[in-house]
């Protein structure tokens, strides 16, 4: 019954591997996000997919690769980890003519070290 | 660019207690702005939503008002009680081309004690 779930819930790995963040949503929204919230709470936009193509892109290192296979999955390749990206990563979806009424995942906590 | 700030960064009231939370935005042209409230380890709830039109939102205790003029939105819940523990976020969205682009406030991280 999870609307928008995300995996894993706990990531923990060492500076300079990959890792990927899945995204998957149940709502049939046509438009998905990926948020980063930082250790001091804010939670800031990074990109946006509407209907498998990107919409928005924010001022995010390449290192940051989104990827939506279908409308349901956006999911999110880190390369190279660093210390700076611990944070915990939300998944949001909405639908594409109402954009601000965006429903959450429970949030990815990556932890590198 | 939008930037929205909240205060107060952490409240602790009793049971009961009726309380105000503020949001400031410094971009007046506001397509709509949302109070959202995060619970530890969960993902965001939207609470209330207020279109530009308007000047408040009602559900339950909860209350939210919106000044364009002066860049402010306040949430007020009344009657407060321990589960409204929480951390309450205000959101502007700004419209246009960025519909999707919810700017956040830092939160407010609210404690009602028994």
């Known amino acids: 019954d999870t609307a928008v779930s995300q995996t894993p819930k706990y990531l923990v790995t060492q500076m300079g591997n990959d890792k990927s963040i899945k995204c998957e949503q149940n709502?049939?929204?046509?438009?998905m996000y990926w948020y980063k919230q930082d250790s001091k709470k804010f939670l800031k936009i990074m990109f946006s997919y509407n209907n498998k193509e990107l919409i928005i892109n924010e001022t995010v290192p390449n290192r940051f690769s989104p990827k939506s296979p279908d409308k349901a999955h956006l999911n999110l390749h880190i390369n190279s980890l660093e210390l700076g990206d611990s944070a915990v990563y939300f998944c949001?979806?909405?639908?594409?003519?109402?954009?601000?009424?965006?429903?959450f995942g429970p949030g990815t906590r990556l932890t590198v070290t | 660019k939008q930037e929205v700030t909240q205060i107060p960064a952490a409240l602790s009231v009793p049971e009961g207690e009726n309380l105000v939370l503020n949001c400031s935005f410094t971009?007046?042209?506001?397509?709509?702005l949302q109070w959202f409230r995060q619970d530890p380890g969960k993902g965001l709830t939207s609470l209330l939503l207020i279109q530009s039109s308007q000047r408040e939102q009602t559900s339950g205790r909860l209350n939210a008002s919106l000044d364009k003029s002066s860049g402010r939105s306040t949430l007020y819940i009344a009657a407060s009680q321990p589960g409204d523990s929480a951390t309450y976020l205000c959101a502007g969205n700004a419209g246009g081309t960025s519909y999707g682009k919810l700017t956040f406030g830092q939160g407010t991280i609210l404690t009602v004690h028994p």
């Open positions: 971009d007046s042209a506001i397509y709509n």
């Open positions: 709502l049939g929204h046509d438009t």
């Open positions: 949001a979806s909405s639908q594409e003519n109402r954009p601000w009424e965006q429903y």
